[in-house]
């Protein structure tokens, strides 16, 4: 549903830091893969079974991320991914990273429906959308 917030809980741990103590960067875009595919599975969507029986996959198409603030060692964060658009073959999300209240990364995600075989675009089928909206 367009505008439901999904939230997805995370603790950091010392694997995720820097020799400092401070997430290292690319370590948020993991988060939010992990989240992404927590909301798919909050509609009840499982992607291997979309690959494996229609040869579909969701690829991260395009992604802005801005970093207000870091995240440290032993924080407890929360991913907040919201469905902003449902287009035929791309979705695009908000995802953002809390501390608290305190807003810590903010991204836009596009996302694409490929052919696992071809890895070429197509179309998300419409039973899929229905589950997004009507969640």
């Known amino acids: 549903m367009v505008g439901r917030v999904h939230h997805w809980p995370i603790r950091i741990y010392y694997e995720d830091t820097d020799s400092g103590g401070v997430v290292y960067h690319s ?61 035929s073959v791309k979705i695009e999300l908000e995802q953002k990273i809390f501390r608290s209240s305190e807003l810590l990364i903010e991204s836009h995600v596009v996302v694409a ?9 197509m179309r998300i089928p419409n039973d899929i959308q229905l589950l997004m909206e009507n969640k």
């Open 113 to 121: 429906a490929v052919n696992s075989i071809s890895m070429k675009p």
């Open 27 to 87: 370590n948020y875009l993991k988060f939010m893969e992990r989240a992404r595919t927590e909301w798919l599975r909050d509609f009840k969507i499982d992607q291997k079974t979309l690959k494996d029986n229609l040869n579909l996959m969701f690829v991260v198409h395009e992604i802005d991320i801005k970093f207000n603030r870091p995240a440290v060692f032993n924080d407890e964060v929360e991913v907040q991914t919201t469905l902003e658009h449902f287009g």
